[in-house]
T-cell receptor, first 113, second 120 residues
Framework: AQSVTQPDIHITVSEGASLELRCNYS??????LFWYVQSPGQGLQLLLK??????LVQGIKGFEAEFKRSQSSFNLRKPSVHWSDAAEYFCAVGVGSARQLTFGSGTQLTVLP | DADVTQTPRNRITKTGKRIMLECSQTKGHDRMYWYRQDPGLGLRLIYY???????NKGEISDGYSVSRQAQAKFSLSLESAIPNQTALYFC???????????????????FGEGSRLTVL
């Protein structure tokens, strides 16, 4: 079965600083990869997804992620963080024809003024 | 209005009570899911349904049951609630991955805003 690891439980950055959130997956083939964001009191919103083609994908709110097959990683990046980016971020993996998603445990992002 | 609506948004109940969480969607998706979110554990799949006649157990189905009343409605029941079922519950929908006419469809999930359940 596939698994997803988000090694950082909590990250704190200053507003305007760059951000990288790590995601590693375990699966024998190339999975479908997703990043979701959850703001307080809200459901999860899709930031971006990868399924094939260019390994650098652009998402909403200025986020991007890079798929690295050799490292089984799909890290999320943003060059300059805004205070409104404070939220919890989830990486997810979908495999097989059913494409059920398995979620990582999440990374809580705090943004300092 | 939200595409995926969950009711109630918040509920406090007592051990042993029966609880139903309801989900309705206007996205026209065939697939519906119930997830549970606990701090530090991410989201775990409870049940999923690929159409009205199809119900499947997920990773943590014990203590839960579901009903798919229509394409647009999927409810989650706790027959006899216990304190460790205190959690945030999410309903989600998705289209069929790779559906003809939308080859890029990856089956991404669309979430409701969640139902916070507290069992005392």
């Amino acid at each position: 079965a596939q698994s997803v690891t988000q090694p950082d439980i909590h990250i704190t950055v200053s507003e305007g600083a760059s951000l990288e959130l790590r995601c590693n997956y375990s699966y024998g083939a190339t999975p479908y990869l997703f990043w979701y964001v959850q703001s307080p009191g809200q459901g999860l919103q899709l930031l971006l997804k990868y399924f094939s083609g260019d390994t650098l994908v652009q998402g909403i709110k200025g986020f991007e992620a890079e798929f690295k097959r050799s490292q089984s990683s799909f890290n999320l990046r943003k060059p300059s963080v805004h205070w409104s980016d404070a939220a919890e971020y989830f990486c997810a993996v979908g495999v097989g024809s059913a494409r059920q998603l398995t979620f990582g445990s999440g990374t809580q992002l705090t943004v300092l003024p | 209005d939200a595409d995926v609506t969950q009711t109630p948004r918040n509920r406090i109940t007592k051990t042993g009570k029966r609880i139903m969480l309801e989900c309705s969607q206007t996205k026209g998706h065939d697939r519906m899911y119930w997830y549970r979110q606990d701090p530090g554990l991410g989201l775990r799949l409870i049940y999923y349904s690929f159409d009205v006649k199809d119900i499947n157990k997920g990773e943590i189905s014990d203590g839960y049951s579901v009903s798919r009343q229509a394409q647009a409605k999927f409810s989650l029941s706790l027959e006899s609630a216990i304190p460790n079922q205190t959690a945030l519950y999410f309903c989600a929908t998705s289209d069929v991955p790779g559906l003809a006419g939308s080859p890029a469809n990856t089956g991404e999930l669309f979430f409701g805003e969640g139902s916070r359940l507290t069992v005392l």
